[in-house]
């Protein structure tokens, strides 16, 4: 386990890694989402989420043409935990709640729970 919990620290380490772990910790997200919340191309999503999904740290499910993202079961209690320990700091903390009302924004559009949108909504 101390293995795998240096993994985890180690990609969140990334600033654009632990803004979507964090942004996970609420909600399943497909990439367009996360791309307009975090502000970041979708290139640069996707190799971070690949990274984060070879490292089990996130998982995916597919919803039609969409592709939802989520962190892992396995990992789901650990992660949120460690957010819980720093709640304060990160409560605080602009990007994060910038990309917080950005997302709160962009969840706005879903239809029946769904994304229905694509890139560059917000």
């Known amino acids: 386990m101390a293995r795998m919990m240096r993994a985890v620290c180690k990609a969140l380490s990334d600033e654009t890694r632990f ?3 964090w942004a996970l910790a609420e909600e399943d997200l ?3 989402e996360l791309s307009d919340a975090l502000e970041v191309s979708q290139s640069t999503l996707s190799n971070h ?3 984060l999904r070879d490292l089990g740290i996130v ?3 597919k919803d039609g043409s969409w592709v939802y ?6 990992l789901r209690e650990q992660v949120t935990a460690m957010f819980d320990a ?21 969840l706005e559009m879903r239809v029946d729970g769904r994304c229905i949108r694509s890139y560059g909504q917000l």
């Open 30 to 32: 497909c990439v367009c």
């Open 59 to 61: 998982d995916t499910r």
């Open 86 to 106: 720093f709640a304060t700091d990160l409560e605080i903390d602009e990007t994060l709640q910038n990309d917080q009302q950005r997302l709160a924004e962009r």
């Open 49 to 51: 989420l690949s990274k």
């Open 19 to 21: 803004r979507i772990a």
């Open 69 to 74: 993202y989520m962190l892992s079961d396995g």
